[in-house]
């Protein structure tokens, strides 16, 4: 209350950032600088003004890489539970000497033994599922590190975009169609899974679009899906990995 009243007299006047280039600092204004400066700074981080109009508002951003890794994170943890352990952000090592680290979004399986490996990225994608070169090398170096014969990027499916794609860029994979898995049909159309192999290893990339567009019933349909393809694969590389039972 004692600044409101000292500050009684000063008008309240909207700035933009770059009305502090109109400034000319002479010795006698030169204190100012400093105080300017932040000012500045201030408005150029913490507001966000597109004109003036008749109607005030506050705004907010959010990180939706972010949000939308947690909320598929949370949601497949629930729907998971009592099937399958979700474990996210395991904090590991690309080489022997593990100098450089790898973090992947998500493991599936007991808490030593992995099964499963998955990546989300708050990125669109078609019907066709494609993944991207990056981040197919990425998930490729989680596979090999964990030592796993599987893996999985999940996107977000462009609603927009039911066109397809062209089919992957990366010169070292082929296309495997016997591993095509539908998890869902939408008017009569297969929901975007795709799969590719990888050369010299088997190691094998899946890419799932996840349709967040629908009702609230129908992502968790969406969600349950994919948590059960999850379960599924996750089961069959365990069993993969297992040793040949001996008869006696």
Known sequence: MRHMVTLEDVGDVRHHPADFDDVVFTRLNEHYRPALRLARLVLENLTLQDAFGEVSASSFMLDMNELFERFVTERLRRALRGRLAVKDQHRG???EARRVKIQPDLLFGPERSPRFVADIKYKLT???ADGRNADLYQLLAYTTALDLPE???IYCLDAEDTAGGTGSE????T???DLLSPLRVISGERVAVSSVRVRHTGTVLHT???DLSGTPDEVDENIGALAGWIATRSTAAGSA???EARTA
Do not use: K, W
């Open 175 to 177: 296309n495997a169609d």
């Open 151 to 153: 893996g999985m990027l």
């Open 93 to 95: 090592h690309l080489d």
């Open 241 to 243: 990995a297992m040793p």
């Open 208 to 210: 799932y679009a996840l």
């Open 170 to 173: 990366a010169t070292f994979l």
């Open 126 to 128: 078609d019907n066709s």
